[in-house]
């Protein structure tokens, strides 16, 4: 049996993952429905893969919060908690993550072998280049998006979708968070 991959990320309307300037966390737009929905979705039994890029971010951002952050939400410290496979060709271990496993690879070789051996469903949080790479070989079986109600046209970061192979999506579930945040379930096959 195949484990199912979901590729997680958050996002604002114009498809900016993050957002500089005096943007906060969550682009300031999370509420008690979004972190306990979130805290939800991470409780289940699952196996994180990060690449390389968003390990050092997440690690980076732990190290320098402080308890009452948002980086330090119930949710995130369940996921940071979770076993995680980091997928990369650059970072050298012990990794700084309570129980991450480092795998040298291509990340396509790597996750088409994980679907294979896994026996709980695979996800990432981020991870937008290993994450578009997976979607182009059809690895990724739920596109989860949570989409922010703002626009960051000027100071948007981390273009979710940029290089990205054109995909049709057929809508699995949504939900509505906090009155305003959307949360977008879609299967992805290639166009």
Request: aromatic share 8%; hydrophobic share 40%; glycine share 8%.
């Amino acid at each position: 049996m195949t484990a199912t991959y979901t590729f997680d990320v958050f996002s604002s309307l114009d498809g900016f993952g993050a957002a500089g300037g005096d943007w906060t966390g969550y682009w300031g737009k999370q509420g008690p429905e979004l972190l306990d929905h979130r805290l939800a979705v991470y409780d289940e039994e699952q196996r994180m893969v990060l690449g390389a890029h968003t390990y050092r971010a997440f690690a980076r951002m732990l190290a320098e919060s402080t308890e009452e952050s948002d980086v330090r939400d119930p949710w995130v410290t369940r996921m940071r908690n979770l076993p995680t496979t980091v997928v990369s060709t650059t970072l050298e271990g012990p990794l700084d993550w309570p129980d991450a496993t480092l795998v040298s690879g291509d990340a396509v070789d790597v996750v088409a072998r994980l679907k294979e051996e896994s026996e709980v469903p695979l996800r990432s949080h981020g991870s937008l280049s290993l994450n578009r790479a997976l979607m182009a070989a059809g690895l990724v079986d739920r596109l989860q998006v949570t989409l922010f109600p703002v626009v960051t046209g000027r100071t948007g970061l981390d273009p979710v979708f940029r290089g990205a192979a054109d995909f049709d999506l057929e809508l699995l579930e949504h939900r509505t968070l906090d009155g305003h945040i959307q949360e977008l379930v879609y299967r992805p096959v290639l166009h």
